[in-house]
């Protein structure tokens, strides 16, 4: 695996390719993320990770300076799945001047559910993305690969794609879970024991809430409200406090108030002692 530092070193690696597939990360990687690198080398002609932690997607007090840097060994991880280059560049090179210029994404899409807790996350996240593939997808289109757990990223991503017309197709891996079905994240790594053992339960309500919209069908008497209400109580009753845990449009995240035929997705996010947990279903 080669790794390039600086984005000259990058791009002169990828020049003699036509299509990179790509999988950008913030390191401390898992299972998740090598699952995604096993498709980005299905998928392209060279498979490159980035590992960059971007300071422009934490609010203040949020774990930018806590979160986990384990270089060494996520450079292992990525060689055992294969992966052909690593771009990890430090903050004075991929922010050499201060980021003033940002991209703001849609309020409709980034203003809710993560953004409401967490404002201005999406504009990080957008605007380091968009340089991240300025970076990789200098001389070519290509492929780049994200996480379903990050549901609401990934919808926001692929409508910037289109609306940017960005040459790079998003590709999709399905969520990766521990055999109790907690959501791999690098912030699991924060939990206590006592914690880990509970964390599944952020899962399970969201599986409940989906099994009873499932159960409810098109019968048009399935309180939405009330089921999203007694899901966020079942996990505060137990030392939880929950942001939100709530039925939405897969298509734009807009709130559900009847049971149609368009597909929903269960989204939940709620913090267990310090550390923030979030997760999605498709229903
Ligand atoms: O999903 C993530 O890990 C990050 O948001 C991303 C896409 C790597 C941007 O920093």
Redesign the pocket.
């Known amino acids: 695996m080669l790794i390039a530092r600086t984005v000259a070193e990058l791009r002169q690696h990828l020049s003699p390719f036509k299509k990179p597939a790509f999988v950008?990360?913030?390191g401390n990687l898992h299972e998740g993320h090598l699952s995604l690198m096993r498709m980005a080398k299905q998928l392209g002609d060279i498979s490159v990770a980035s590992i960059?932690v971007?300071r422009l997607?934490f609010l203040p007090g949020e774990d930018f300076a806590s979160y986990p840097r384990t270089f060494d060994s996520d450079c292992d991880k990525l060689r055992s799945v294969g992966c052909d280059l690593l771009f990890a560049p430090d903050e004075a090179e991929l922010y050499p001047q201060v980021q003033s210029f940002k991209l703001l994404p849609d309020p409709a899409l980034a203003d809710i559910l993560e953004g409401q807790f967490r404002p201005g996350f999406f504009t990080g996240?957008c605007t380091?993305?968009l340089k991240l593939f300025h970076c990789v997808f200098a001389h070519s289109g290509g492929v780049a690969v994200?996480g379903q757990k990050?549901f609401q990223?990934l919808l926001i991503l692929r409508r910037m794609m289109t609306q940017l017309a960005m040459p790079v197709d998003i590709v999709t891996g399905a969520t990766t879970r521990a055999p109790d079905g907690l959501a791999l994240s690098s912030r699991n790594g924060y939990l206590s024991a006592d914690e880990r053992a509970e964390a599944v339960q952020l899962s399970m309500a969201l599986n409940q809430l989906a099994q009873s919209v499932r159960a409810a069908g098109g019968s048009g008497s399935f309180d939405v409200a009330a089921a999203e209400t007694a899901a966020m109580s079942g996990l505060r009753d137990r030392g939880w406090q929950p942001d939100y845990i709530t039925l939405r449009r897969q298509s734009d995240l807009s709130p559900v108030t009847a049971i149609g035929t368009d597909p929903l997705v269960v989204l939940g996010a709620a913090r267990l002692g310090k550390t923030r947990l979030i997760d999605n279903l498709e229903v």
Do not use: E, H, L
């Open positions: 950008p990360t913030m960059f971007n997607q996240v380091v993305v994200f990050d990223q």
